[in-house]
């Protein structure tokens, strides 16, 4: 929040392209063509985007009720017979799947789970293995904040019968309820260690980190798509087709259709796409009733004349 109020984390942009486009890119560099997207929040946000894939198929699953992450992947894979791979759309990373593949092949694990260094253990579950095989899995433990060590990415490969173990219709996460219970099972659960980039998106610092990170451009090939926000590097600036500067931006990210007002100095700022700003901010989040520092984690609100997205925003903001 409040980024959230208006889409759901997989649509934010990210350099101006939906954060999802980046993880079914991931996907399409690995050799997937059958992608199942699993929805819960705002579901139509996510469908109208990727029903516009051309290289992949899309078949979109909602979920009633929330079901927790294995819960909505049990309720998606259906009868799946083959072994599925796992990926969150509010995460990004250019680590190669191939490897991921080969190690879950290798290991003889019924889930195989994706590794990485991190200097925060604390916003992340913690895994702990012993030469490939995870001993223990500890879910994001306050104590753990500012603490270097090896976390799960989120993407997993699991054999079906793994999710056999899920119960069907009630809420059962894979980090916090079905790997604890497969290892107290005595199921062997292995670990492949990435040494690629990969960043979540799920607080403001982070993806406001990831903005500037894919700024560069991406590192693997897109499948083709129906629409895809044109963009161009102009002056330091990434700017969306449709977008007007007319004031002065240094090193900012400029959404579609967004305006910069004559008035406006930006530095460092990501203008979400439809925006009109005339004002100067520095190292902000900018949307259409926030202005919001992902330093700080505060959050000024703009466009005071318009009062009900006020209260609605105060409603659902810790501020």
Known sequence: MPLTYYKCKPML???NRPAVDYTVARLYAAGVRDVTFALGYRPCDVAEFVSGYTDVRAELVTEDEPLGTAGAVKAAAGGCDDDILVCSADTLSDADLGGLMEAHERGGGIVTIETAETDDLGAYGE???DGGTVR???EKLPENRGRRGIASTGTYIMSPRALGYVPSG??????RDLFPYLLRLGRRI???RTSGRWRDIGSLRDYYAANFE???GAPFPAP????RPYCESVGGNLIAAGARVCGTATNCIIGEGAVVASSARLDSCIVLPGEYVAESRSGCVIGRDFAADPLLSGVNL???DNSSNIFRLFASINL
């Open 190 to 192: 292995c670990e492949h």
């Open 214 to 216: 894919m700024k560069k």
């Open 136 to 138: 223990g899995i500890r």
């Open 224 to 227: 083709r798509h129906i629409y």
């Open 302 to 304: 703009r466009n005071t």
């Open 170 to 175: 009630v809420p059962f996460d894979f980090a």
């Open 13 to 15: 942009p990210v350099a």
């Open 127 to 129: 895994v702990i293995s």
